[in-house]
């Protein structure tokens, strides 16, 4: 992963933070509102989610292997894999 990418970014007006707590345990994670889909589970806003796969798609294009995701309370994360 290129030095340049590890630190903050902002993608669609969205503040990804950079955490790198070990060599295999590092991504950007953002949080919006928390949101509900149609089955009443927790979801991230709309605009948030298509940051994070923007970010996804650019890190992906420089050749960095990585997952976009979410989880509860708003929090999305690219995950980055597989960078040894």
Sequence with gaps: MKEWMKQDTRINGWDF???????DDMFYQCRGDVMYD???????????????????????SEGVKCDAGHSEKGWVEVTILNQK
């Design 17 to 23: 933070e950079y955490v790198e707590n070990d060599v």
């Design 38 to 60: 149609d089955e009443h589970d927790e979801m991230p806003e709309p605009s948030l989610w298509r940051a994070a796969l923007e970010l996804e798609r650019q890190l992906t």
